[in-house]
């Protein structure tokens, strides 16, 4: 028992430590949202950007311009796509475009406002697909309330890039005193998820046309925006705005990577019940067949929120009344200790760790 | 999901604990042979239902985890021959060899691709007539039928630009040099569920006949491996040694003839096969036979073929030989992690390491917050 005690602080210390970069190439592993990715970005990238804002590597940087009593406090983020195939059941490269960076926006809390798009496109693309994701950014952008206002194309030779690829930029204002941030959960809180896991990751890997699989899975490509503000709204009425105190949405590296992130910038414990979990049947089967587990799948239409204990029934039941939060639940809670982990209670009554990907999933052989 | 939910039912999962428990309190150290089941085991928590005299022992049933560095390196020095595209299970891509993975590979420039069936590995063949694709055949006589499915696909179609680097390997010799090992110590196994569809149950008679320790061969979803300990554990306590067959609904005692029959006509046994810290293990590995030579990488390719010594802090033979326990191992969780793994038993989810690093620190850490030693 000493023994193994021991084994675990040596683990637990191996976890903590600095990320440092060991590669001396760039793998697939490294755009996974997992481990690697981070090491990435905080063994490379913050080395060379270190500053208070890029620092705390939350989803956008948050930062208030003018003078006076009264400054305005902005949300700034940038979000490149390159997802294959670029039409795929529920969405395309364009609406993920769109909802991505309106999402990152959202995620401080802020009203999003306006959005750049920059291009680049592979020497024989069909005008056609183009004229076909412009148009579905169009909508996108029009739903959601935000309007691009510059932009820049280039085309490079054909096999120098795939198809298309998308970068947005995106600017919004922080209009509540919301105080969210990965580093802000605290234990008591509660863990809330607007709807079904792994749909968007799931539809992705059947799009691809690998595995002769049929379904009806669907990207949930959708912008948050207005669900976080009626978010905002609710916890301004039971209480106040800063009683929400993280706010994530779990694209790549799915709900399992958020909460690490989560876990590990506030120091905390969270335990999530796998029996609350939803996650639709078609994706459920998938994931099955596939060798995935759907807690580190992609999603692009849903958000991760902890909140204090007291206003998570009433924010649920609102979520719920919006379209996007249909299927709101609380699905766990954040605890004292052992801080900086995340595990799951299974539905089988066990407990395992739910940790960071190393790097890519990838699928068990038997 | 219907057909799944059925044996993930905690309710049941509690009762059945309750039964185990009753059944002894003697420690007893039970092996499961097969990565899937080790897979099982941490994803569900079923060690936390267990009572603490019943100890659950990681076998060397891990496809990746058991193949040898010097493999590893000949699959790679084929990926980065010019001309050939080489396609491996998901779970191989990560896999250290000597220098580098065929994750590294494929960044360096190897045309590495995943792939979810030797099928596919064939299509893509047909697809790309100036390439040479080749297939890493991986695996027990789980995965061996589809390979010779695909090799006598591939030579019904006559496609010459098709080979497999074959390290197909097998369950019962690997048991036997288990079960010989002197420093073993095991009361009983879980017998492996998807090996067992293709060979039967058959095979696994010797081991209560010969060493007088019971079987039973389970399935994968958490209720089919509690059952089997049950099962197990209650042979121990009746003083009985047989083979049983949790796993009914999908193992017959035979087999499946049809892939045996694939697997006898497109491989043959290969004097020797070295394991991953087991060492050398006669008649345990399967090369294409001669007939099929057309087909074998091996001989297309020229392989380093050299044997290369695991690295002197890796303990993974121990590790799978249920000798040491994960923890026990100096680099366990500080120089071998699953981000950086030095042994194999830490790159895939089914390797005893892996799965301990991944799910199973919890309780121990929960343990330890309990007794403050």
């Given at each position: 028992m000493a023994a193994s005690s021991q084994l675990f602080e040596r683990v637990e210390r191996a976890r903590r430590r600095k990320h440092k970069l060991r590669d001396d190439k760039i793998t697939l592993a490294h755009g996974s949202g997992g481990k690697a990715m981070h090491e990435l970005v905080e063994g490379l990238f913050l080395e060379y950007f270190r500053n208070p804002l890029l620092e705390q590597l939350e989803d956008q940087a948050v930062f208030e311009v003018g003078n006076g009593s009264k400054p305005t406090r902005l949300a700034f983020t940038t979000d490149s796509y390159v997802v294959?195939?670029?039409?795929?059941p529920g969405g395309d490269i364009g609406k993920l475009a769109i909802h991505g960076t309106v999402n990152d926006i959202a995620m401080s809390g802020a009203r999003p406002l306006y959005l750049s798009a920059g291009f680049i496109l592979e020497e024989g693309l069909p005008i056609a697909d183009l004229k076909r994701v412009l148009e579905s950014m169009q909508s996108a952008a029009a739903e959601a309330g935000v309007t691009v206002v510059t932009g820049d194309t280039k085309v490079v030779e054909k096999?120098?890039?795939?198809k298309i690829f998308i970068n947005t930029s995106g600017i919004g204002v922080i209009e509540m005193p919301v105080k969210v941030s990965a580093a802000n959960a605290q234990p008591g809180d509660k863990v809330i998820l607007s709807g079904t896991l792994g749909d968007h990751g799931t539809t992705i890997m059947i799009a691809r046309?690998?595995?002769?699989l049929e379904t009806e899975i669907e990207s949930?490509?959708?912008?948050?925006h207005s669900l976080v503000s009626d978010m905002l709204d609710e916890a301004a009425r039971v209480s106040s705005v800063e009683a929400i105190h993280c706010l994530r949405d779990p694209t790549r590296g799915g709900v399992a990577t958020t909460l690490n992130e989560i876990a590990l910038s506030s120091e905390v414990y969270v335990e999530i019940l796998e029996n609350l979990i939803p996650v639709r049947e078609e994706v459920h089967g998938a994931c099955e067949i596939l060798g995935l587990d759907p807690l580190y799948v992609a999603n692009e239409g849903k958000l991760v929120a902890i909140v204090a204990p007291e206003l998570a029934e009433p924010l649920v039941e609102r979520m719920r009344r919006n379209p996007y939060g249909k299927h709101a639940c609380i699905i766990g809670e954040v605890k004292t200790d052992p801080p900086g982990i995340v595990a799951m209670v299974t539905g089988f009554g066990g407990t395992r760790i739910v940790d960071m990907l190393a790097g890519e999933q990838l699928p068990r052989i038997c | 999901m219907k057909y799944i939910d059925e044996y993930r039912q905690g309710d049941i999962a509690a009762r059945l604990a309750e039964q185990i428990a009753a059944l002894t309190d003697r420690p007893l150290k039970l092996m499961e042979v097969c990565g899937g089941h080790t897979h099982s085991i941490f994803k569900y928590g079923i060690e936390d239902l267990l009572p603490p005299n019943i100890e659950m022992i990681h076998g060397p049933g891990c496809p990746v985890c058991v193949i040898p560095l010097g493999r590893v390196d000949d699959s790679m020095s084929i990926a980065q021959t010019p001309g050939v595209i080489f396609t491996t299970f998901g779970d191989a891509m990560r896999v250290p060899g000597s220098k580098t993975s065929l994750l590294g590979a494929k960044a360096a420039g190897a045309d590495v691709r995943m792939v979810y069936s030797p099928l596919d590995a064939l299509k893509l063949a047909k697809k790309n007539p100036d390439k040479n694709v080749v297939f890493f055949a991986l695996g027990f006589e789980t995965t061996a039928p589809s390979t010779a499915m695909t090799v006598l696909q591939a030579a019904k179609d006559r496609v010459p630009n098709f080979t497999v680097f074959c390290n197909h390997i097998m369950i019962v010799p690997a048991l036997k040099a288990l079960l010989d090992s002197p420093d073993l110590k095991l009361d009983g196994f879980i017998g492996p569920g998807h090996v067992s569809t293709v060979?039967?149950?058959?095979?696994?008679?010797?081991?209560?006949?010969?060493?007088k320790k019971p079987v039973v061969v389970a399935g994968f979803e958490p209720l089919d491996v509690l059952q089997s300990v049950y099962m197990l554990v209650k042979q121990i306590v009746e003083g009985r040694a047989e083979i049983e067959n949790q796993y009914a609904r999908v193992v017959p005692r035979d087999g499946n003839r049809r892939a045996l029959e694939a697997i006898f006509e497109v491989f043959e046994p290969r004097d020797y096969f070295e394991w991953r810290g087991l060492g050398s293990i006669a008649h345990s590995g399967m090369k294409l036979s001669s007939k099929y030579a057309a087909f074998d990488a091996e001989l297309k390719f020229s392989v380093p073929g050299l044997r290369i010594a695991d690295?002197?802090?890796?303990q993974c033979g121990e590790i799978l030989k249920g000798v040491k326990k994960p923890w026990e191992c100096k680099v366990f969780g500080t120089a071998c992690t699953p981000e950086t793994p030095i042994g194999s038993c830490m790159v895939s989810s089914e390797g005893a390491c892996a799965a301990y690093y991944n799910f199973g620190r919890l309780s121990k850490v929960a343990q330890r917050s309990a007794s403050p030693s």
């Open positions: 294959t195939p670029i039409f795929f096999g120098t890039a795939d046309g690998e595995l002769e949930d490509s959708a912008p948050l | 060979i039967g149950t058959r095979p696994y008679e010797f081991v209560p006949n010969e060493y690295p002197k802090a890796c």
